[in-house]
Protein backbone atom coordinates (compact mmCIF):
# COMPACT_ATOMS: atom_id res chain seq x y z
CA UNK A 1 0.00 0.00 0.00
CA UNK A 2 0.94 3.48 -0.90
CA UNK A 3 1.26 6.10 1.66
CA UNK A 4 -0.73 8.94 0.01
CA UNK A 5 -2.80 9.67 2.93
CA UNK A 6 0.31 9.80 5.33
CA UNK A 7 0.19 8.51 8.69
CA UNK A 8 -2.95 7.14 8.51
CA UNK A 9 -3.01 2.92 8.43
CA UNK A 10 -5.58 0.78 7.40
CA UNK A 11 -8.51 0.94 10.01
CA UNK A 12 -8.90 -2.48 11.62
CA UNK A 13 -11.88 -3.25 14.29
CA UNK A 14 -10.76 -2.84 18.07
CA UNK A 15 -14.07 -3.54 19.33
CA UNK A 16 -15.30 -1.70 22.50
CA UNK A 17 -13.32 -3.47 25.31
CA UNK A 18 -10.89 -0.42 25.29
CA UNK A 19 -10.11 3.24 25.87
CA UNK A 20 -13.86 4.60 25.49
CA UNK A 21 -11.42 7.34 23.30
CA UNK A 22 -12.44 6.97 19.27
CA UNK A 23 -9.47 6.55 17.62
CA UNK A 24 -8.77 5.13 14.42
CA UNK A 25 -10.05 2.20 14.63
CA UNK A 26 -14.05 0.57 14.99
CA UNK A 27 -15.55 -0.04 17.88
CA UNK A 28 -19.00 -1.52 16.47
CA UNK A 29 -18.20 -2.40 12.75
CA UNK A 30 -16.76 -6.30 12.47
CA UNK A 31 -17.42 -6.66 8.66
CA UNK A 32 -17.21 -10.27 8.93
CA UNK A 33 -19.09 -10.86 11.94
CA UNK A 34 -22.59 -12.96 11.55
CA UNK A 35 -25.37 -10.92 12.38
CA UNK A 36 -29.02 -12.55 11.80
CA UNK A 37 -26.91 -15.08 9.55
CA UNK A 38 -25.25 -12.73 7.20
CA UNK A 39 -22.04 -10.78 7.88
CA UNK A 40 -22.17 -7.17 9.04
CA UNK A 41 -20.32 -6.03 5.48
CA UNK A 42 -23.12 -6.95 3.68
CA UNK A 43 -26.05 -6.04 5.58
CA UNK A 44 -24.46 -2.48 5.48
CA UNK A 45 -22.37 -2.72 2.21
CA UNK A 46 -21.13 1.05 2.96
CA UNK A 47 -19.96 3.28 0.28
CA UNK A 48 -18.00 6.40 0.31
CA UNK A 49 -19.03 9.56 -1.18
CA UNK A 50 -16.48 10.75 -3.99
CA UNK A 51 -17.71 14.31 -4.36
CA UNK A 52 -17.66 14.99 -0.74
CA UNK A 53 -15.08 13.19 0.22
CA UNK A 54 -12.30 14.24 -2.39
CA UNK A 55 -14.22 17.25 -3.85
CA UNK A 56 -15.83 18.92 -1.08
CA UNK A 57 -13.76 22.14 0.37
CA UNK A 58 -16.06 22.21 3.39
CA UNK A 59 -17.45 25.72 2.05
CA UNK A 60 -21.16 26.52 3.37
CA UNK A 61 -23.60 29.33 2.60
CA UNK A 62 -21.29 32.13 4.40
CA UNK A 63 -17.88 31.18 4.24
CA UNK A 64 -15.28 29.91 2.03
CA UNK A 65 -14.04 26.49 2.38
CA UNK A 66 -11.68 25.33 5.03
CA UNK A 67 -10.25 21.91 3.70
CA UNK A 68 -6.83 20.89 3.88
CA UNK A 69 -6.19 17.64 1.35
CA UNK A 70 -3.35 15.78 0.72
CA UNK A 71 -3.26 16.43 -3.14
CA UNK A 72 -3.71 20.43 -2.39
CA UNK A 73 -1.03 22.22 -4.79
CA UNK A 74 0.90 19.49 -6.21
CA UNK A 75 -1.04 19.82 -9.95
CA UNK A 76 -1.71 22.80 -11.77
CA UNK A 77 -3.96 21.33 -14.37
CA UNK A 78 -7.39 20.32 -13.77
CA UNK A 79 -6.77 16.95 -15.50
CA UNK A 80 -3.39 15.86 -13.96
CA UNK A 81 -5.14 16.65 -10.95
CA UNK A 82 -8.17 14.55 -11.68
CA UNK A 83 -6.48 11.67 -12.19
CA UNK A 84 -4.28 11.92 -9.51
CA UNK A 85 -7.66 12.08 -6.80
CA UNK A 86 -8.35 8.40 -8.77
CA UNK A 87 -4.76 7.30 -6.81
CA UNK A 88 -5.97 9.16 -3.22
CA UNK A 89 -9.57 7.53 -3.41
CA UNK A 90 -8.67 4.16 -3.91
CA UNK A 91 -6.24 4.54 -1.49
CA UNK A 92 -8.38 6.17 0.68
CA UNK A 93 -11.13 2.92 0.11
CA UNK A 94 -8.40 0.58 1.02
CA UNK A 95 -7.49 1.97 4.45
CA UNK A 96 -10.94 2.51 5.52
CA UNK A 97 -12.09 -1.29 4.04
CA UNK A 98 -14.76 -0.60 1.99
CA UNK A 99 -16.23 -2.42 -0.81
CA UNK A 100 -18.37 0.17 -3.06
CA UNK A 101 -18.02 3.76 -4.21
CA UNK A 102 -20.41 6.60 -5.55
CA UNK A 103 -20.07 9.53 -7.94
CA UNK A 104 -21.86 12.07 -9.75
CA UNK A 105 -20.23 12.08 -13.47
CA UNK A 106 -19.17 15.86 -12.51
CA UNK A 107 -17.37 14.68 -9.49
CA UNK A 108 -14.26 12.99 -11.70
CA UNK A 109 -13.39 15.35 -14.76
CA UNK A 110 -13.57 19.23 -15.11
CA UNK A 111 -15.80 20.18 -18.23
CA UNK A 112 -14.93 21.03 -21.76
CA UNK A 113 -16.03 23.54 -23.95
CA UNK A 114 -18.96 21.47 -25.23
CA UNK A 115 -20.20 17.88 -24.43
CA UNK A 116 -18.19 16.12 -26.63
CA UNK A 117 -14.43 17.26 -24.94
CA UNK A 118 -16.30 17.04 -21.68
CA UNK A 119 -16.97 13.64 -22.52
CA UNK A 120 -13.50 12.42 -23.61
CA UNK A 121 -12.14 13.85 -20.10
CA UNK A 122 -14.45 11.80 -17.78
CA UNK A 123 -13.90 8.90 -20.51
CA UNK A 124 -10.06 9.37 -19.43
CA UNK A 125 -10.87 9.27 -15.14
CA UNK A 126 -13.33 6.57 -15.81
CA UNK A 127 -10.67 4.45 -17.73
CA UNK A 128 -8.09 4.79 -14.69
CA UNK A 129 -11.07 4.03 -12.32
CA UNK A 130 -11.62 0.62 -14.50
CA UNK A 131 -8.28 -0.24 -13.72
CA UNK A 132 -8.09 0.21 -10.46
CA UNK A 133 -11.67 -1.78 -10.24
CA UNK A 134 -9.70 -4.36 -11.58
CA UNK A 135 -6.84 -4.45 -9.09
CA UNK A 136 -8.64 -4.14 -5.84
CA UNK A 137 -11.98 -5.73 -6.51
CA UNK A 138 -13.89 -1.96 -5.86
CA UNK A 139 -17.49 -1.88 -7.03
CA UNK A 140 -19.85 1.33 -7.54
CA UNK A 141 -22.60 1.00 -5.49
CA UNK A 142 -24.35 3.31 -7.74
CA UNK A 143 -23.18 6.81 -10.20
CA UNK A 144 -25.26 9.50 -11.10
CA UNK A 145 -25.26 12.72 -13.53
CA UNK A 146 -24.86 15.93 -12.26
CA UNK A 147 -27.74 17.78 -13.83
CA UNK A 148 -27.69 21.11 -11.08
CA UNK A 149 -24.82 22.61 -10.64
CA UNK A 150 -23.78 24.51 -13.79
CA UNK A 151 -25.45 27.11 -14.70
CA UNK A 152 -27.35 26.49 -17.70
CA UNK A 153 -29.35 24.32 -15.35
CA UNK A 154 -30.79 27.35 -13.68
CA UNK A 155 -34.02 26.26 -14.18
CA UNK A 156 -33.79 22.94 -14.29
CA UNK A 157 -32.66 19.96 -16.24
CA UNK A 158 -35.66 17.52 -17.16
CA UNK A 159 -38.32 20.23 -16.40
CA UNK A 160 -36.49 23.33 -17.89
CA UNK A 161 -38.55 25.26 -19.81
CA UNK A 162 -35.88 25.64 -22.53
CA UNK A 163 -35.79 22.62 -24.79
CA UNK A 164 -32.27 23.24 -25.94
CA UNK A 165 -31.42 22.48 -22.03
CA UNK A 166 -33.84 19.21 -21.44
CA UNK A 167 -32.06 17.76 -25.22
CA UNK A 168 -28.28 18.46 -23.24
CA UNK A 169 -29.50 16.74 -19.93
CA UNK A 170 -30.70 13.88 -21.78
CA UNK A 171 -27.16 13.57 -24.12
CA UNK A 172 -25.34 14.37 -20.67
CA UNK A 173 -27.17 11.30 -19.07
CA UNK A 174 -26.76 9.07 -22.06
CA UNK A 175 -23.09 9.27 -21.53
CA UNK A 176 -23.46 8.72 -17.62
CA UNK A 177 -25.41 5.24 -18.13
CA UNK A 178 -22.55 4.18 -20.69
CA UNK A 179 -20.03 5.08 -17.73
CA UNK A 180 -22.30 2.59 -15.24
CA UNK A 181 -22.74 -0.09 -16.99
CA UNK A 182 -18.66 0.26 -17.60
CA UNK A 183 -17.90 0.27 -14.00
CA UNK A 184 -20.67 -2.06 -13.07
CA UNK A 185 -22.80 0.32 -11.59
CA UNK A 186 -25.30 -1.85 -9.41
CA UNK A 187 -27.80 1.38 -9.30
CA UNK A 188 -28.42 4.43 -11.16
CA UNK A 189 -29.70 7.49 -8.88
CA UNK A 190 -31.45 10.11 -10.51
CA UNK A 191 -31.23 13.20 -8.26
CA UNK A 192 -33.24 16.41 -9.56
CA UNK A 193 -31.43 18.80 -7.78
CA UNK A 194 -33.29 21.28 -9.05
CA UNK A 195 -36.48 19.76 -10.99
CA UNK A 196 -38.76 22.13 -9.32
CA UNK A 197 -40.48 25.59 -9.06
CA UNK A 198 -39.30 28.61 -7.42
CA UNK A 199 -43.15 30.38 -8.16
CA UNK A 200 -46.30 29.05 -9.47
CA UNK A 201 -47.00 31.97 -11.51
CA UNK A 202 -44.70 31.17 -14.16
CA UNK A 203 -44.68 27.36 -14.08
CA UNK A 204 -46.99 24.68 -15.95
CA UNK A 205 -46.34 22.37 -12.90
CA UNK A 206 -47.87 19.00 -14.81
CA UNK A 207 -46.24 19.74 -18.22
CA UNK A 208 -42.53 20.13 -16.12
CA UNK A 209 -43.61 16.94 -14.49
CA UNK A 210 -44.86 15.24 -17.69
CA UNK A 211 -41.48 16.47 -18.73
CA UNK A 212 -39.17 14.81 -16.28
CA UNK A 213 -41.63 11.16 -16.49
CA UNK A 214 -40.85 11.08 -20.10
CA UNK A 215 -36.90 11.89 -19.28
CA UNK A 216 -37.02 9.19 -16.48
CA UNK A 217 -38.90 6.39 -19.63
CA UNK A 218 -36.03 7.21 -21.85
CA UNK A 219 -33.29 7.06 -19.33
CA UNK A 220 -34.46 3.65 -18.54
CA UNK A 221 -35.32 2.50 -22.34
CA UNK A 222 -31.55 3.70 -23.18
CA UNK A 223 -30.19 1.95 -20.40
CA UNK A 224 -32.51 -1.61 -21.63
CA UNK A 225 -31.00 -1.19 -24.99
CA UNK A 226 -27.06 -1.10 -24.32
CA UNK A 227 -27.80 -4.08 -21.46
CA UNK A 228 -26.89 -1.68 -18.02
CA UNK A 229 -29.10 -4.15 -15.95
CA UNK A 230 -28.76 -1.32 -12.88
CA UNK A 231 -31.41 -0.91 -10.34
CA UNK A 232 -33.05 2.67 -10.89
CA UNK A 233 -33.29 5.14 -8.12
CA UNK A 234 -35.72 8.14 -7.47
CA UNK A 235 -33.91 10.35 -4.46
CA UNK A 236 -36.77 12.65 -3.08
CA UNK A 237 -35.86 15.93 -1.12
CA UNK A 238 -38.05 18.42 -0.09
CA UNK A 239 -36.73 22.05 -1.14
CA UNK A 240 -33.85 23.59 -1.41
CA UNK A 241 -32.33 25.10 -3.68
CA UNK A 242 -35.60 25.50 -5.43
CA UNK A 243 -38.73 26.77 -3.30
CA UNK A 244 -40.67 23.16 -4.08
CA UNK A 245 -38.80 20.36 -5.52
CA UNK A 246 -41.06 17.33 -7.57
CA UNK A 247 -39.51 14.63 -5.40
CA UNK A 248 -40.93 16.04 -2.03
CA UNK A 249 -40.66 13.08 -0.09
CA UNK A 250 -41.33 9.04 -0.07
CA UNK A 251 -45.18 9.12 -0.39
CA UNK A 252 -44.66 11.61 -2.75
CA UNK A 253 -42.46 10.34 -5.07
CA UNK A 254 -44.15 6.97 -4.90
CA UNK A 255 -47.35 8.75 -6.08
CA UNK A 256 -45.49 10.22 -8.96
CA UNK A 257 -44.10 6.67 -10.28
CA UNK A 258 -47.48 5.16 -10.17
CA UNK A 259 -48.96 7.88 -12.17
CA UNK A 260 -46.21 7.81 -14.61
CA UNK A 261 -46.02 3.85 -14.67
CA UNK A 262 -42.71 3.88 -13.13
CA UNK A 263 -42.96 2.04 -10.32
CA UNK A 264 -42.24 -0.96 -11.81
CA UNK A 265 -38.85 0.02 -13.18
CA UNK A 266 -37.84 2.74 -10.44
CA UNK A 267 -37.19 2.27 -6.52
CA UNK A 268 -36.12 5.21 -3.94
CA UNK A 269 -32.70 5.73 -2.70
CA UNK A 270 -33.37 7.55 0.18
CA UNK A 271 -31.25 10.13 2.47
CA UNK A 272 -31.64 10.82 6.29
CA UNK A 273 -30.99 14.57 6.21
CA UNK A 274 -33.57 14.84 3.10
CA UNK A 275 -36.53 12.67 5.73
CA UNK A 276 -35.64 15.93 7.93
CA UNK A 277 -36.32 18.85 5.60
CA UNK A 278 -39.61 17.00 4.57
CA UNK A 279 -40.80 17.04 8.43
CA UNK A 280 -39.97 13.40 8.67
CA UNK A 281 -37.95 10.83 10.59
CA UNK A 282 -35.60 8.88 8.61
CA UNK A 283 -37.52 5.43 10.12
CA UNK A 284 -40.40 6.89 8.13
CA UNK A 285 -39.34 7.11 5.12
CA UNK A 286 -38.06 3.82 5.03
CA UNK A 287 -40.71 2.50 6.26
CA UNK A 288 -43.09 4.28 3.48
CA UNK A 289 -40.56 3.00 0.74
CA UNK A 290 -41.06 -0.55 2.43
CA UNK A 291 -44.56 -0.96 2.53
CA UNK A 292 -44.74 0.05 -0.97
CA UNK A 293 -42.06 -2.49 -1.89
CA UNK A 294 -39.93 0.27 -3.14
CA UNK A 295 -36.98 0.31 -1.04
CA UNK A 296 -33.66 0.73 -3.08
CA UNK A 297 -31.03 1.80 -1.32
CA UNK A 298 -29.87 4.34 1.46
CA UNK A 299 -27.98 7.72 1.94
CA UNK A 300 -26.35 7.79 4.95
CA UNK A 301 -25.84 10.66 6.81
CA UNK A 302 -28.37 13.27 9.16
CA UNK A 303 -28.71 17.11 9.69
CA UNK A 304 -28.83 19.20 12.55
CA UNK A 305 -32.17 19.89 13.52
CA UNK A 306 -31.76 23.53 14.64
CA UNK A 307 -30.36 24.09 11.37
CA UNK A 308 -32.67 24.47 8.44
CA UNK A 309 -30.88 23.22 5.03
CA UNK A 310 -29.39 19.95 3.81
CA UNK A 311 -26.01 19.59 6.27
CA UNK A 312 -25.25 15.84 5.10
CA UNK A 313 -23.62 15.53 8.62
CA UNK A 314 -21.93 12.55 8.64
CA UNK A 315 -24.58 9.79 11.32
CA UNK A 316 -23.88 9.30 14.74
CA UNK A 317 -27.33 9.07 16.39
CA UNK A 318 -27.66 5.80 17.50
CA UNK A 319 -31.34 6.42 17.73
CA UNK A 320 -32.03 6.56 14.69
CA UNK A 321 -29.20 4.27 13.22
CA UNK A 322 -31.28 2.10 15.69
CA UNK A 323 -34.49 2.68 13.81
CA UNK A 324 -33.34 2.59 10.14
CA UNK A 325 -31.54 -0.88 10.72
CA UNK A 326 -34.12 -2.00 12.54
CA UNK A 327 -36.28 -0.93 9.10
CA UNK A 328 -33.65 -3.13 6.66
CA UNK A 329 -33.89 -6.21 8.95
CA UNK A 330 -37.91 -6.34 8.38
CA UNK A 331 -37.07 -5.54 4.94
CA UNK A 332 -34.07 -8.30 4.33
CA UNK A 333 -31.42 -5.89 3.55
CA UNK A 334 -31.22 -2.95 1.80
CA UNK A 335 -33.25 -4.20 -1.64
CA UNK A 336 -31.41 -6.30 -3.47
CA UNK A 337 -28.72 -4.37 -4.58
CA UNK A 338 -28.92 -1.32 -2.13
CA UNK A 339 -25.82 0.06 0.63
CA UNK A 340 -24.81 2.91 3.03
CA UNK A 341 -23.21 5.38 0.52
CA UNK A 342 -22.19 8.27 3.39
CA UNK A 343 -22.95 11.56 1.26
CA UNK A 344 -21.78 12.94 4.00
CA UNK A 345 -19.10 15.38 4.65
CA UNK A 346 -17.24 16.82 7.77
CA UNK A 347 -18.21 19.77 9.55
CA UNK A 348 -16.52 23.15 8.24
CA UNK A 349 -14.05 23.26 11.25
CA UNK A 350 -13.09 19.60 10.81
CA UNK A 351 -10.72 20.82 7.75
CA UNK A 352 -7.93 18.00 8.86
CA UNK A 353 -7.70 14.87 6.24
CA UNK A 354 -7.59 12.63 8.77
CA UNK A 355 -11.03 14.17 9.54
CA UNK A 356 -12.41 12.16 6.57
CA UNK A 357 -11.34 9.06 8.41
CA UNK A 358 -12.81 9.99 11.49
CA UNK A 359 -16.09 10.92 9.95
CA UNK A 360 -16.28 7.68 8.09
CA UNK A 361 -15.70 5.31 11.44
CA UNK A 362 -18.37 7.53 13.11
CA UNK A 363 -20.70 6.80 10.51
CA UNK A 364 -19.87 3.24 9.98
CA UNK A 365 -19.63 2.33 13.48
CA UNK A 366 -23.12 4.42 14.34
CA UNK A 367 -24.91 2.22 11.52
CA UNK A 368 -22.95 -1.07 12.74
CA UNK A 369 -24.08 -0.24 16.50
CA UNK A 370 -27.48 0.07 14.86
CA UNK A 371 -27.53 -3.23 13.41
CA UNK A 372 -26.03 -4.82 16.64
CA UNK A 373 -29.16 -3.35 18.40
CA UNK A 374 -32.08 -3.79 16.30
CA UNK A 375 -30.73 -7.27 15.74
CA UNK A 376 -31.21 -8.07 19.64
CA UNK A 377 -34.37 -6.63 19.52
CA UNK A 378 -35.59 -9.28 16.54
CA UNK A 379 -34.38 -12.15 18.35
CA UNK A 380 -35.85 -11.41 21.24
CA UNK A 381 -38.90 -10.75 19.02
CA UNK A 382 -39.71 -7.38 21.51
CA UNK A 383 -40.77 -5.32 18.93
CA UNK A 384 -42.88 -8.01 16.68
CA UNK A 385 -44.23 -9.02 20.26
CA UNK A 386 -45.36 -5.06 20.23
CA UNK A 387 -47.32 -4.65 16.94
CA UNK A 388 -48.71 -7.93 17.16
CA UNK A 389 -50.12 -7.35 20.59
CA UNK A 390 -51.38 -3.98 19.60
CA UNK A 391 -53.66 -5.53 16.76
CA UNK A 392 -54.24 -8.95 18.24
CA UNK A 393 -58.16 -8.21 17.62
CA UNK A 394 -57.97 -8.21 14.04
CA UNK A 395 -56.98 -11.84 14.39
CA UNK A 396 -60.54 -13.36 15.17
CA UNK A 397 -64.05 -12.06 15.69
CA UNK A 398 -65.32 -8.92 13.84
CA UNK A 399 -61.63 -8.05 13.46
CA UNK A 400 -61.03 -11.34 10.99
CA UNK A 401 -64.32 -10.40 9.25
CA UNK A 402 -63.08 -6.52 8.54
CA UNK A 403 -59.76 -7.93 7.14
CA UNK A 404 -61.04 -10.43 4.99
CA UNK A 405 -63.56 -8.13 3.32
CA UNK A 406 -66.54 -10.45 5.08
CA UNK A 407 -67.82 -7.08 6.72
CA UNK A 408 -69.58 -4.27 5.59
CA UNK A 409 -71.31 -0.99 7.09
CA UNK A 410 -74.47 -2.80 7.34
CA UNK A 411 -72.94 -5.51 9.53
CA UNK A 412 -70.72 -3.20 11.22
CA UNK A 413 -73.58 -1.04 12.53
CA UNK A 414 -75.44 -4.20 13.73
CA UNK A 415 -72.15 -5.32 15.86
CA UNK A 416 -71.81 -1.83 17.30
CA UNK A 417 -75.02 -0.31 17.86
CA UNK A 418 -75.65 -2.02 21.61
CA UNK A 419 -72.45 -2.30 22.63
CA UNK A 420 -72.25 -0.31 26.37
CA UNK A 421 -69.43 2.66 26.49
CA UNK A 422 -67.75 0.75 29.27
CA UNK A 423 -67.10 -2.39 27.27
CA UNK A 424 -65.55 -0.17 24.33
CA UNK A 425 -63.79 1.74 26.36
CA UNK A 426 -62.17 -1.83 27.80
CA UNK A 427 -61.63 -3.27 24.05
CA UNK A 428 -58.60 -0.01 24.46
CA UNK A 429 -55.18 -0.71 26.63
CA UNK A 430 -52.13 1.85 26.79
CA UNK A 431 -49.75 1.76 24.55
CA UNK A 432 -47.02 2.22 27.45
CA UNK A 433 -44.90 4.57 24.88
CA UNK A 434 -42.77 5.82 27.89
CA UNK A 435 -41.86 2.03 28.91
CA UNK A 436 -41.21 0.74 25.01
CA UNK A 437 -39.18 3.99 24.73
CA UNK A 438 -37.16 3.25 28.08
CA UNK A 439 -36.96 -0.45 27.07
CA UNK A 440 -35.03 0.63 23.64
CA UNK A 441 -32.74 2.43 25.69
CA UNK A 442 -31.95 -0.05 27.48
CA UNK A 443 -31.59 -2.19 24.57
CA UNK A 444 -28.84 0.35 23.27
CA UNK A 445 -26.86 0.67 26.34
CA UNK A 446 -26.85 -3.28 26.85
CA UNK A 447 -26.32 -4.61 23.70
CA UNK A 448 -23.45 -2.31 22.71
CA UNK A 449 -21.79 -3.14 26.56
CA UNK A 450 -21.57 -6.60 25.35
Known sequence: MSDLWQGINKIEYVGNKGDVKSGLGFQYYNPEEVILGKKMKDWLRFSVAYWHTFDQRLVDPFGDGTAIRPFDGKYSDPMDLALAKVDYAFEFYQKLGVNFLAFHDRDLAPEGDTL???NK??????????EYQKDTGMKVLWNTSSLFTNPRFVSGAATSPYADIYAYSAAQLKHSLEIGKRVGSENYVFWGGREGYESLWNTDMKREQEHIAKFFHMAKDYANEIGFDAQMLLEPKPKEPTTHQYDFDAATTIAFMKEYDL???FKLNLEGNHANLAGHTYQHEVRVARDAGLLGSLDANQGDKLIGWDID????NLYETTAVMTEVINNGGIGPRGGLNFDSKPRRTSFEPEDLFYGHIVGMDSFAAGLRVAAAMKEDGYLDDLVANRYASYNEGIGAKIESGEADFKSLEEYALDIPQKDLL????SDHLEQVKDTINHYIVRTLAK
Open 116 to 118: RET
Open 121 to 130: NLDKVVDKIV
Open 263 to 265: DKD
Open 313 to 316: EYPS
Open 426 to 429: AATH
